[in-house]
């Protein structure tokens, strides 16, 4: 993919850096976010690139939309356009719905519904004027199932499903395709700090994950692949 712009946001975590190592692979021009710049770095110095002129680190907080913007602002700069989004950043605050604090509620909302809300909107305004574009929004199974103890998370991630479609519908005619992956459990350092009791033995793997988001990259120009799901094997249900 020598000729694609491709923002990851959240590239430093399990699912992100699966699907950036993949992307270098292929030969893609890669714009790296998330917050930790240190992070990045060692990201970087450990993909298969030959050319580094084909990476752009952009320490980003995407709860904050200035930020949000100066990240397009600088793809562009840098690559003159912005071919793919992929919205990996998110976290989980999984507890008991009267455990949750205003301060649970307000960091689910600010992270994972209005983050990927303002990266959607900021990369899609880019694409709108290039007349193309491809955002891939790595939801979870929770954007579409309940889950107790996942009221907040939930909340967040239904929130991001229907900002999206609505999204997609106002930007189909710009040739701007949007994917929304329904992965199940993936085995990240997302359940690092989660309390729950999960078997992350049975969890699907990051490259599982990317994988995935690869397919979708790969469809035919005129094909639009809406909605992905891969559980894992111990997790069925339809
Ligand atoms: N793991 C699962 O079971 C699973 C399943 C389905 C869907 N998902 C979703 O997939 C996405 C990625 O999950 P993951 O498992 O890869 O998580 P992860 O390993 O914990 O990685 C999270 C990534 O998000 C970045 N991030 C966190 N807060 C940020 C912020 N405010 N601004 C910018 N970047 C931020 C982190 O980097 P910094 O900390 O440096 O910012 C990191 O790169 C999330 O939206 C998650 O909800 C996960």
């Given at each position: ?61 995407i709860t904050d939309p200035a930020q949000v913007e ?44 209005k983050g990927s809300f303002y990266t959607c909107q900021a ?116």
């Open positions: 993919m020598p000729d694609k712009v491709i923002v990851v946001v959240g590239a430093t975590g399990g699912i992100g850096s699966a699907i950036t190592h993949q992307l270098a692979k292929e030969g893609a021009n890669l714009v790296l976010a998330a917050r930790q710049s240190d992070r990045l770095a060692t990201l970087t110095s450990q993909l298969p690139m030959a050319n580094l002129e084909q990476i752009l680190n952009v320490p980003t907080n100066t990240l397009m602002q600088k793809a562009v700069d840098k690559f003159g356009q912005i071919d793919v989004l992929i919205n990996a950043a998110g976290a989980g605050i999984l507890k008991q719905y009267n455990k949750i604090t205003s301060a649970d509620l307000e960091a689910m909302l600010d992270l994972n519904l990369a899609a305004e880019v694409m709108k004027g290039q007349k193309s574009g491809h955002i891939c929004n790595i939801i979870g199974i929770l954007g579409k199932h309940s889950m107790a103890m996942a009221s907040a998370y939930c909340a967040s991630k239904f929130g991001v499903v229907g900002f999206s479609k609505c999204m997609a519908d106002e930007l189909k005619r710009f040739g701007i395709k949007f994917t929304l992956f329904y992965f199940g459990g993936v085995d990240s350092p997302f359940w690092d700090n989660v309390s729950l009791k999960v078997d992350r033995k049975k969890m699907l793997t990051p490259q599982t994950a990317a994988n995935a988001i690869l397919f979708a990259l790969r469809a035919d120009p005129q094909a639009v692949p809406m909605e992905i799901n891969i559980q894992p094997e111990s997790h069925l249900f339809f």
